[in-house]
Every structure is written in C-alpha cells, then in structure tokens.
C-alpha cells in the first residue's frame, strides 16, 4: 500500500467519531441525491404510462388537401387566395393499403383504423355532447383497454352497440340495456343500445367519449369507404418520432407521434429535471462545506504532527496527498453508504406505493442516480480536501513545533 | 597538511525577525564550524538566538543574511523541495518534546523518513526500524502506540527515527530537557553511543550544565553571538 494512502487511512480510523459522522453526513447527503433521482424518475415514467395508456402512440391521418397554385401570366402581377373548407370531412380512403404497410412495419404493438366525430347522446330532453369512436369491435383494446376498465354490462361492440364513460351514464342516469339516441354532427341520427359502462379514471374518456362499430361510424359520419384516421401503438413508445417519420414516408400519410402533440410533459418533465438539478447542487455543496469544515479543523489540530513530517523530510506533496485521499475516502465512503442506504429507501418506499395501490410517491429504485452521486460525490470530497491540504501544505514547520 | 573541510560551516550568518523599527537580530554574525562526527552541544540562556541557529541549520528556516554550507553544498540559494530532500537525506531531529505522531506505532514512527521518500513501507526499512529499536533497547515495544511508551521510551523512539536514514548530523534540541535523572541518563548516554557507533555528528542544545559536560565541544552563544568555544574537534 503507498504509504501516503496508509497514513490518510490511519488519521481517518484514529478520529473515529469524526469520521462516523463524516461519512454520516456525506451519506444523508447521497441519500437525498439518490431519493430525488429515483422519484423524478418514478415520476416521469409515471406520467408517461399515464399519457400514453390510452392514446396512441404514432397517428397516421390524411394529409391536409390544398388547391394548386396555377401559374399565370409571370408579367403579370398575381395574387392568390388559397381557401380551406371544413365542409369535406377528412378521411383516409386507401386506409387498407396504409394498414398493410404498417402491419409489415417491425415494431408496432397494435394497429387500429377509426372513425371519430362529433356527436350527442340524447335521451328524452337530456342531452350530452360526446366524441364518438367508431371501432372495430377486435380492436376496441387496441389503444385505449376499454374491456378492463368495463364496470357495468360487456365490451360487445356489435352494429346497435354505446359503449360509455360511467360519468356520462351518471349524467344522463343511463343503465346498461338502456336504448339512447346519438345524433352526428352530420345531423344523421341512430337508436342504440348501451351495451356496457367503463371508468378509465379519465374525465376525458369517462366524460364525453362513446364507442361504436365502426360500420355504424360511417352511417353517423357519412363515410361510406375511408377511415379518419389509423391509430398505432408501438413496442417502444420512446421510439415514436422516427416510426412517424418512417410510416408517413412510407404510406403518404400524415404521421404525427405522441411526442410532439405532448410537448408539454416534457416540458413539465424538463422543468422537473432542472429542480432536481438544482437539489443536487445543494446537497453536493453542502457535502463539500461539511468535509471542507472538518478537514481543515484536523489541519489545525494535527499542526505539530505536519510540522514534524516536514522537518523530516516529508515534501509538501505527501501532505497534500494526505488530505486529498482523506477526502476522496470521506466522499468514496459515504456515497456507497448513502447510494445503498438510498437504494434501500427508494425501494421501501416504491413497494409501499405499489402496495397501497399507487397511491405513494411514484419512486423507481431504479432510477436513482446511483454511478453518478458516487462518482460527483468522491470528486466532491476531493474538491472538499483542497483548501485543508493547501493549509496544511503550507504550514511552517517551526511555528508547528514551537506551538 | 590535508585540512578536512568541516560538516557545516557558517560564517557571518544574520537572521533578522520583522521590519522597520520593530526588526529584530537574533543572530549577529555567527561563524561556527562543525566536523564530521562531532558530539557538540550548544549552549545559552533564552532569547541567545540557540534554536534560532538549530533551526537555520536543519534547513527550517532561512537566515537573513550570511553563508551556510552542508557536505560542501552552500544551502542558502537551495529550493525548498531540494532543502526537504536534503533535510530527509542528512539530517535527523530529535526534540525536547519528542514529537511522535501518536496514531502510529514505534516501529512506524522510526520507518516514517524512510518510507515517506521511498513512497512504500519497505521491508529493508522495516528492518532497519527494527534494528535501530532493538539498538535503543525497545525491541519489545515495536508494535506500542507512542501513547503507550514512558517519557523516556519515547525519546528512545524518536532518536531511532533521527537516525533511521543515516544522517550525516542530528540536531537535538533540549533532548533531556523533559525526563527524569534516570531516562535523561539513558538517552545522553544513547546519543553518544551512537555519535560513536555511527560517526554522527550530534549538536545538542542545552541548559544543563551536565549534558554540555557530556560532550566533545561546548559552544557558548550569547546575544546572537557565539562567545565562547570550550573543548576541541576531534
């Protein structure tokens, strides 16, 4: 062993208390650091699992049709007036073809075409505006798992089939068996019957969302061949921007992924990042003071022992050395004590939260920043030792004696 | 006639505390030669400038003025990496209050000028330490803390470890000065086995009457001056 490093060992076993609470302090430190990592981690899974549970993933729609420039007269001074009409409902009419290229597609969980418009559901002079699905009845799980979530009557999506939210059965005092009509906002009107009631725990969806077959769709909407557009679930969600590139590329669809209509959590999960940043900032400055503090005052206190090393011989370097390994050790020591106290911690808590139904902070043991609070933490008692090792190399070794 | 060029030799050497109207001379001019294998000690009453001149020639601090040379090396332009070199290779320290590092054992204490140049603890050096124990009399107390030995023993310690990498001169600064009769026997007695032994050249400072008695030359120094040279180099 270099003799440096036994000597910054020894001093550190001799002072044991001030060690233990050293190394107590770095851990807490750790342990914070750790924490906070692990619950914005949690935090961000969680709130991507809850985005993306119900909404797919990549979303294939037509693309938005616009009239042609038709060159005029190039001497002539031109203006042009391009108008965009809602009066044609936009559809996919060769959604078949678009199904196939995304079914060859590697990668896709699911794939799913739909129908949607607006709509209202009325029973007697109660009436409730709804979004309307119209879905193929295999595919009703697809994207959003309405068959789980069913609290009342079945998931049968047959021609007369309302599938609804249990708010909008609550609001209307609708009950499985119940006949309602839903108009379209085409005007188009037809009598179903509510097969099944669902509580996603989604306003949205339990709110103002009904499904229907999707051949009653197209009666509702008047699209008698296409589809509004084609929904698709991926194996990696995280992998979204380059699927939507590469399927729009490859059907001539309009491809938009859930990334960039969600932009906003990732701000949100930015923001979040950036506080977590900033805690452990905190937390590595105080560990630093906390070494700093106590290695200098060991400076002071071994004065007379620096003193005499010198007069023996011992350059400044082997000083420095002394209280730089003292702090790499304080740093080293305390992060694997704190990143294991923390990892324990992270994992009691996120159990408990599992246990008690998620209702417990979303922490993920797993993403708590272990490798880099103990790497940023050894630098910090590194960072820490400096200023004592810069007094104690600089101490005159006859005033030391002489004291 | 072949004249042996000394060990140390000094002349005119001046040190000077502060500035201005508060500046302080210790140290007048002294001349002082010492030869190789000497057993001198140094005496004076306090505030004569004694520790003043140990501490300028084991290289802790630098004179104001005047020549110092070591083994024919001049030390006063010396960098301070070069003159802790020099310190570790030919000079040993022994002090009144012997100055042990507590949290390591005897036989550590006596490696430590050893392995803090080599970087390692080696087992030549470990041996040696041991030797040199077992030389002081403290083979049986190798592995004690210096918390765990007597005043004596303790100065028994810290000549080993003066000693440990064969200096050329040992400063010993009030050696006796804290012990009883008896261990400040043992020790007086130690150092000049050593002196001996070794052909170590020893500069003892002192009060005591007793150890100057002791010793080959006695040099006097007074008001920062040496005054009186009593005894001859051998």
């Known amino acids: 062993m270099p003799f440096v490093v036994k000597v910054a060992w020894r001093y550190l076993l001799s002072s044991r208390l001030q060690t233990a609470l050293l190394l107590s302090g770095v851990a807490i430190g750790v342990i914070a650091v750790v924490f906070i990592t692990a619950l914005l981690g949690g935090l961000k899974i969680y709130l991507i699992r809850q985005t993306t549970e119900n909404i797919p993933h990549v979303t294939l729609e037509q693309p938005d049709q616009l009239a042609t420039f ?253 209280f730089l390994l003292q702090g790499v050790f304080i740093g080293l020591g305390g992060a694997l004590l704190g990143a294991a106290s923390g990892f324990a911690l992270a994992s009691l808590l996120g159990l408990n939260a599992i246990q008690n139904g998620g209702t417990g902070l979303p922490i993920d043991a797993a993403e708590g920043s272990y490798i880099e609070g103990i790497l940023v933490t050894t630098l910090c008692g590194l960072l820490a030792a400096l200023l004592p090792a810069r007094a104690a190399a600089r101490i005159d070794p006859m005033d030391a004696i002489n004291q | 006639m072949i004249i042996a060029s000394p060990l140390v030799r000094i002349r005119d050497l001046v040190k000077t505390f502060g500035e201005g109207e508060t500046a302080t001379r210790v140290l007048k001019g002294v001349d002082l030669d010492l030869q190789a294998a000497e057993f001198v000690a140094l005496l004076g009453p306090s505030g004569s400038g004694k520790s003043t001149l140990m501490s300028i020639i084991g290289t802790l601090m630098r004179p104001t003025s005047g020549e110092l040379s070591m083994l024919g090396r001049s030390l006063i332009g010396m960098a301070e990496d070069e003159l802790t070199e020099f310190r570790n290779s030919y000079l040993g320290f022994v002090f009144q209050a012997h100055h042990l590092l507590p949290d390591f054992t005897a036989e550590e204490n006596v490696c430590f000028p050893a392995a803090g140049r080599a970087g390692f603890e080696r087992a030549a050096d470990r041996a040696r330490a041991a030797s040199l124990l077992e030389r002081v009399g403290l083979a049986d107390r190798r592995a004690y803390r210096a918390t765990q030995l007597s005043g004596g023993q303790k100065q028994r310690v810290a000549l080993a470890r003066a000693l440990m990498n064969k200096p050329q001169l040992v400063l010993a600064d009030e050696p006796t000065g804290n012990l009883d009769r008896e261990s400040s026997d043992q020790v007086l007695h130690l150092l000049r086995e050593m002196n001996k032994e070794l052909r170590t050249t020893f500069l003892i400072t002192t009060h005591d009457e007793g150890v100057a008695a002791f010793c080959d030359r006695r040099i006097h120094i007074l008001d920062g001056k040496v005054a009186e040279t009593a005894g001859a180099a051998p």
Not at chain 1, 190 to 204: C, F, W
Not at chain 1, 274 to 289: D, E, H, Q, S, V
Not at chain 1, 301 to 320: C, Y
């Open chain 1, 70 to 322: 038709l060159p005029g007269d190039p001497a002539a001074r031109q203006i042009y007036v391009r108008l965009k009409t809602k009066d044609r409902r936009e559809q996919i009419l060769q959604w078949r073809s678009a199904m196939a290229i995304v079914g060859r597609t590697g990668g896709i969980a699911a794939a799913a075409p739909l129908i949607f418009g607006s709509g209202f559901v009325l029973r007697g002079q109660a009436l409730a505006p709804v979004s309307v699905q119209g879905v193929e009845p295999e595919k009703l799980d697809a994207i959003s798992p309405i068959s789980p979530k069913i609290v009342a009557g079945s998931a049968m999506v047959d021609l007369q089939a309302l599938l609804i939210g249990v708010t909008l059965a609550d609001d209307l005092g609708l009950r499985v068996g119940q006949p309602v009509v839903l108009r379209s906002d085409r005007g188009r009107e037809r009598t179903l019957v509510v097969r099944g009631i669902y509580r996603t725990g989604l306003g949205n969806l339990d709110e103002r969302t009904a499904y229907v077959h999707i051949k009653t769709a197209r009666t509702l909407f008047d699209l008698p061949q296409g589809v509004s557009e084609i929904d698709i679930k991926l194996a990696d969600l995280n992998a979204a921007d380059e699927y939507a590139a590469r399927l729009g590329a490859a059907t001539g669809l309009k491809a938009t992924s859930w990334i960039s209509r969600n932009k906003q959590i990732f701000l949100a999960l930015d923001n979040q990042a950036r506080t977590g940043t900033m805690i452990k900032f905190f937390a590595m400055l105080t560990i630093m003071i906390g070494v700093a503090s106590a290695l200098l005052l060991t400076t002071f206190r071994r004065r007379a022992e620096i003193g005499i090393m010198r007069a023996m011989g011992l350059s400044r370097r082997f000083i420095v050395g002394v």
